[in-house]
């Protein structure tokens, strides 16, 4: 592990004893976006505000450079329970010119100061009419396709050589089907549209041509972004529960809709659909925490 991890890993650690909890039960990462819900509602009732941290504070991590991705973790206690769930309010990215292993830091840090559940979240375009706008998609799998790997280079170990998982990782269950399908019930239940499907990770920053649509549809994959791949290979090499979420933002160039795709677009889209998605996260963690103490 590189130092500015180690460190990071105790901060968080120092950050939980300061802030009166327990390492988390589940992290969230909300995607593009979806992180505005906390300006405009409150937790609902039975939560707590136990603390924020910035991305900033963690050594060798930068704050986020992209609209949408404000860069702070929002650590909330369940008062009947008394477990955490930590909102993550955007990430970092490739396109940013960062180095995979960078991007993942957030919940590399994250799992191994003790947090052991994860979704992942983003905003991505659909490959699909069948897919419409306002929609979330669960992910049953996803294709890298961004050309990198967060694994590239020695294996992960800790200071003194032990390694933090196998050097060539099983991917055929990344995302966990228990965690899913709870999920698609809270969110079924809260009247939003749920779909599941193979999400499409590229490098970005420049959307996808009409023919890249047209092509990734033919190979039978669901809807196509530019995250979460990374975070969910890191993830899995370190052991943890995974799921995730894609907010169908808007639909591929090519299949309808606004001609020319802007972020700005994607934002409008998030901001429509955070406040349900937020407050539905606090029901499934609700009942990630009453499942694990089963």
């Not at 390694?163 to 969110?187: A, I, Q």
């Amino acid at each position: 592990m590189k130092s500015n991890e180690v460190e990071s890993i105790a901060l968080l650690k120092k950050k939980y004893a300061a802030f009166g909890i327990s390492p988390p039960s589940l992290h969230i990462v909300l995607g593009s976006g979806l992180g505005v819900a906390f300006e405009t509602t409150d937790a609902p009732k039975g939560w707590d505000l136990r603390g924020e941290l910035s991305f900033g504070e963690l050594p060798g991590l930068k704050a986020a450079t992209v609209p949408g991705h404000s860069g702070i973790f929002k650590y909330y206690e369940h008062q009947e329970t008394k477990k955490t769930v930590t909102f993550q309010l955007g990430r970092l990215h490739g396109y940013e010119g960062l180095p995979a292993r960078q991007v993942i830091q957030t919940v590399l840090c994250a799992k191994l100061a003790g947090t052991e559940r994860f979704v992942l979240t983003n905003a991505a375009g659909s490959l699909s009419t069948k897919f419409p706008v306002g929609s979330v998609m669960l992910l049953k799998d996803h294709v890298n396709m961004t050309g990198h790997n967060p694994l590239v280079g020695p294996n992960p170990a800790v200071p003194g050589g032990q390694v933090l998982g196998p050097r060539f990782p099983d991917m055929s269950e990344v995302y966990d089907e228990t965690m899913r399908n709870r999920m698609g019930v809270c969110f079924k239940k809260n009247g939003i549209v749920v779909n599941e499907g193979v999400y499409l990770g590229l490098l970005g920053p420049s959307f996808e041509t009409p023919s890249e649509v047209a092509l990734f549809a033919r190979w039978g994959l669901d809807a196509v972004g530019m995250s979460t791949v990374w975070e969910a290979i890191i993830l899995r090499h370190l052991g943890a529960k995974i799921a995730g979420l894609s907010l169908i933002s808007n639909l591929g160039c090519g299949l309808g809709g606004s001609k020319n795709l802007n972020h700005e677009e994607v934002l409008e889209e998030g901001k429509k659909a955070a406040v349900g998605i937020v407050q539905t996260f606090f029901e499934f963690s609700r009942q990630e925490f009453t499942n694990a103490s089963r």
